[in-house]
């Protein structure tokens, strides 16, 4: 069984601080963990994947995530949010099989 | 490369009506996911196809829900009869999937179902 828990709904920041977006996870398998981001009326993208490499990944658009076991923990990161970085942001944990199961997401607002 | 398609976009229909969704994935890609994500929500599995098999359907409400996989390639989902309850965004998903778990989903623009 797995699951993934997003400790915020809504995160709001203003434009050039930094971001945390958090995510935990539960996982009976070595877990591979993503984040997709969600703008509205358009299609969920990836942003970084985790995949039992490095544990610090990088993504698009200065996002980075780092994974850490004794934390059950894949917190997702900006040193400097940008008005375009508004959208929704999910969690999502796979298994083998690659079953993909997704947090509830968590709103990010930039305000100038 | 051709991203994941998916029609139609929007579709509004009464209660009790019955309505399709189509699929089309990333050529090459033998998994192929239907997700329901409904208002303010995560994405909900409905059913994971691996080729034209079904690997998981654990929540497609099957009384109302059907979906096939044609041929391995392109799907389609079902819903007879639509409940107010099912107005949500219908999305689309396939990856890869090269077994070991890992693979990156790429999603289509899903299809805004509204019931009324």
């Known amino acids: 069984a797995q699951s993934v828990t997003q400790l915020d709904s809504h995160v709001s920041v203003s434009e050039g601080t930094p971001v945390l977006l958090r995510c935990n996870y539960s996982s009976s398998y070595s877990p591979s963990l993503f984040w997709y981001v969600q703008h509205p009326n358009k299609g969920l993208q990836l942003l970084l994947k985790?995949?039992?490499?490095?544990?610090l990944v990088k993504g698009i658009n200065g996002f980075e995530a780092e994974f850490k076991k004794s934390e059950t923990s894949f917190h997702l990161t900006k040193p400097s949010a940008h008005m375009s970085d508004a959208a929704e942001y999910f969690c999502v944990v796979t298994s083998p099989g690659d079953k993909l199961t997704f947090g509830t997401g968590t709103q990010l607002k930039v305000e100038l | 490369e051709a991203g994941v398609a998916q029609s139609p976009r929007y579709k509004i229909i009464e209660k009790r009506q019955s309505v399709a969704f189509w699929c089309n994935p990333i050529s090459g890609h033998a998994t192929l996911y239907w997700y329901q994500q409904i208002l303010g929500q995560g994405p909900k599995l409905l059913i994971q196809f691996q080729n034209n098999g079904v690997v998981d359907d654990s929540q497609l409400p099957k009384d109302r829900f059907s979906a096939e996989r044609l041929k391995g390639v392109d799907s389609t989902l079902k819903i007879q009869p639509a409940k107010l309850e099912d107005s949500a965004v219908y999305l689309c998903?396939?990856?890869?999937?090269?077994?070991?778990?890992?693979?990156?989903?790429?999603f289509g623009q899903g299809t805004r179902l509204t019931v009324v």
């Open positions: 998903a396939s990856s890869l999937n090269t077994g070991g778990g890992g693979t990156e989903a790429f």
């Open positions: 985790y995949t039992s490499a490095a544990t």
